[in-house]
């Protein structure tokens, strides 16, 4: 049984420690994607509100990752541009953001 490593992230100026299985530079990619989605969602709305902005965020992401399956069930090419493990990372970066801000309202 493998144990899961902590590894700290920013995410919009806030430290979260996510456990995971995968290598700190994948989390930490994921991590700054995340941030800049979220910067970029802020610029455009002009929403402040952190929950409002990381639901927002996740709505965009979510978005790019149903076109992005939705393009390689049509190339015939489902899965293998597509890295699970980044993609389970990328929704703990999300669910980890959007319980900080719950928690803080």
């Known amino acids: 049984m493998s144990s899961k490593a902590v590894v700290a992230v920013t995410i919009r100026g806030q430290e979260f ?12 990619r994921v991590a700054r994607y995340l941030d800049e989605t979220m910067a970029m969602v802020e610029r455009k709305t002009g929403t402040v509100d952190t929950l409002q902005l990381a639901l927002l965020s996740a709505l ?6 149903v076109e992005l399956r939705e393009q390689g069930v049509q190339t015939g090419a489902f899965g293998s541009g597509i890295d699970p493990g980044r993609i389970e990372s ?8 959007v319980e900080a801000c719950a928690v803080g309202h």
């Open 60 to 65: 965009n992401l979510a978005r790019e990752l």
């Open 90 to 97: 990328l929704i703990e970066l999300a669910e980890s953001a």
């Open 17 to 28: 420690r996510i456990r995971t299985d995968d290598e700190e530079a994948s989390l930490q």
